[in-house]
């Protein structure tokens, strides 16, 4: 009697190996972008919670506030997160002195009155400026206009050392129109750090 063996033989073995080779061309890249994307959205939120960990602080007045036309710098190292705020979503730290939150003071609030007519308060503008030890980050802007198209994986611009902040340049950043009539910023102290 004759046995009758079933198998694979080598061409269809190397056919599937070859279609699997494709579909690993093609699914790789694209989970790379995908996995790149995210950590370009979460870098953004994580630089939105810096933002508004410096607001809280403010109001809560462990800084200086500055006076019209006055801008303060805060290193994210010196603010606190509740998940952690060491390490950017790209697993390298931060660079303190090129990482900060920059609040400026454009001016009173234009039509919020008491009822003697006193203007109520002042307009603060959050701005901020990240990258960590791998080069990732971004040039600064203004919270509002923060994308995760705005990433870049090097060339970063240190905007946290700045001695003085143009109202044009910080205009070209920001989503609102500006309302200081100067054309500088002046900054308010020194730079708050951990």
């Known amino acids: ?3 009758n063996k079933k198998g ?7 056919a599937v190996i070859v279609i699997l080779g494709i579909l690993m061309a093609i699914a790789i890249p694209s989970m790379n972008n995908v996995i790149r994307n995210s950590r370009k959205k979460t870098y953004i939120s994580t630089a ?3 933002i508004s960990a410096a607001r809280n602080n403010m109001l809560a007045e462990m800084y200086t506030m500055p006076s019209v036309g006055e801008y303060i710098v805060i ?3 010196a603010l606190e997160l509740e998940r952690g705020s060491e390490n950017s979503t790209f697993g390298k730290k931060y660079v303190p002195q090129s990482s900060c939150v ?3 003071n454009d001016g009173t609030k234009s039509g919020n009155y008491d009822g003697s007519g006193e203007t109520l308060g002042d307009e603060f503008v959050y701005f901020a400026n990240m990258v960590d030890e791998g080069k990732y980050g971004f040039d600064l802007k203004e919270e509002n206009a923060l994308k995760p198209a705005d990433i870049k994986s090097s060339n970063v611009t240190d905007s946290c050392s700045a001695a003085t902040l143009s109202k044009d340049n910080l205009q070209t950043v ?3 129109k500006l309302d200081y009539d100067g054309a500088t910023y002046t900054k308010k102290g020194s730079t708050y750090t951990s």
Do not use: D, G
């Open 1 to 3: 009697m004759k046995k």
């Open 102 to 104: 920059i609040i400026v």
């Open 174 to 176: 920001s989503e609102k």
């Open 48 to 50: 939105q919670e810096f």
């Open 8 to 14: 694979f033989t080598l061409i269809e073995l190397l």
């Open 75 to 77: 290193q994210t190292s």
